[in-house]
């Protein structure tokens, strides 16, 4: 098993025109740790996972496993598995050639190859389906073997890059809840790459937001940390908007004072919010975006709306059974997007209303004009 540490790594696919897609990335990855890359498309997730497997050139920046630098290393001798989203299985081969295949390759004693995929297969329930073609199996089942595949390698270290991205919503939650419990069984290192918010936020140990790099900053890490901790204290608008969905509300507004345990915002609207951040670095007049979650705004009258209240339009109501949603256009908003509000009822309105929602104080984040969050002096938990 092992310990991954990327320190300062950088990728430049084309020197020529000096354009990076990834810049000062420090991950320090523990022995056993489930860690998820999410991002935006063509923010580097797959071009990241490559420099770990081997398949691209580091620019810049150490790559080190089990405190041994690899950048220099070739694939195939950094014990490394990776798992694609096409999972690609040779498809005049049995379901037990595909997992063998590598081994054989490498003249592995036959009974060593078949004491392997026999575990492989009995960890992923595919002993049923040794003997048949991968035409002959369902989405999942393939993606099994993909996996089976990368099993019998015992690498030190798994990539997995999108690899439930093909399948249907359904079989989707099943393979979830599979790889969870492969990552029990296997006690491995992961690294999987998703662009589903309750993938990342239920497989992993730490997630790793990563954004498109903007010319002159200095990384395009954005935050690393615990799944609650990115949802609770995301440290910018970037982390705020992309962890959570639906997404956090943004209203625009200015500071109208500060204490040492919350700030008061009046957007410009003209409604006046409590926030509970420490916003004692900040001055009063400061512009600022209020952030509120759509399923920590409450009903207006409720005692829970200590932070104040936003009214809108509704756009649109949607009723899912379990839930009920309501988009809505407040003027406090940024141009073009919603003002969302989540509920666990229906609620008495429908499009063209005025609504007014409340605000929990301790609901609120807090940012600053360049996007900086203001640290957060409560957490909003639902009584
Ligand atoms: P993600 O997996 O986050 O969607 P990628 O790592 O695939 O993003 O790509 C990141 C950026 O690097 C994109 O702008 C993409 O066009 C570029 N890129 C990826 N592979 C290559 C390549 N082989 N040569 C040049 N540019 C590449
Ligand atoms: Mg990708």
Redesign the pocket.
Same mark, same amino acid.
């Given at each position: 098993m092992a310990d991954v540490l990327l320190s300062k790594v950088r990728?430049n696919?084309?020197p020529a025109i000096l354009k990076d897609?990834l810049r000062n990335i420090n991950l320090d990855i523990k022995d056993g740790d489930f860690i998820v890359?999410v @991002?935006?498309? @063509?923010? @580097?997730?797959?071009? +990241? +996972?490559?420099m770990i497997a081997g398949l691209?050139d580091i620019t810049d920046g150490d790559l080190v496993i089990n405190g041994t630098r690899m950048n220099d290393v070739p694939p195939s001798k950094r014990n490394i598995g990776m798992v694609f989203q096409s999972y690609a299985l040779y498809p005049h081969m049995s379901v037990f050639d595909n997992m063998a295949f590598g081994l054989k390759l490498q003249h592995m004693d036959k009974k060593e190859i078949l004491e392997r995929v026999v575990k492989a297969a009995d960890i992923l329930g595919l002993e049923a389906f040794l003997e048949r073609k991968p035409k002959a199996l369902s989405g999942g089942q393939r993606q099994r073997v993909a996996i089976g595949r990368c099993i019998v390698q015992q690498p030190s270290v798994f990539l997995f890059?999108e690899p439930l991205s093909n399948l249907d919503a359904a079989l989707r939650v099943k393979m979830r809840l599979e790889i969870s419990k492969l990552h029990q069984d296997l006690n491995a290192t992961i690294i999987y790459?998703t662009h589903d918010q309750v993938e990342a936020m239920t497989l992993a140990d730490k997630i790793c937001v +990563?954004s498109?790099l903007k010319a002159n900053a200095e990384s395009n890490l954005e935050q690393f940390g615990a799944p609650l901790e990115l949802y609770n204290h995301p440290v910018n608008l970037f982390v705020a908007g992309f962890i959570g969905s639906p997404k956090m509300n943004f209203l625009k507004g200015e500071i109208l004072s500060i204490d040492e345990k919350s700030s008061v915002v009046k957007l410009i609207t003209g409604e006046r919010i409590t926030a509970c951040v420490d916003a004692s670095r900040a001055s009063v007049g400061d512009k600022v975006i209020l952030g509120v979650r759509p399923e920590n705004l409450v009903k207006v009258d409720s005692a829970e709306a200590t932070g104040g209240k936003v009214t809108g339009k509704v756009i649109v109501t949607e009723n899912l059974g379990a839930e009920f949603y309501v988009y809505m256009e407040s003027g406090a908003s940024e141009i073009g997007s919603d003002f969302t509000v989540k509920s666990e009822s229906e609620l008495a309105v429908t499009a063209g209303d005025e609504f007014t929602v409340g605000i929990p104080a301790s609901a609120c984040h807090l940012f600053d004009e360049a996007g900086i969050a203001f640290p957060r002096t409560e957490v909003y938990k639902r009584s």
């Open positions: 990728k696919y084309n897609t890359f @991002g935006p498309s @063509g923010c @580097g997730k797959s071009t +990241l +996972l490559r691209e890059d790459v +990563l498109p």
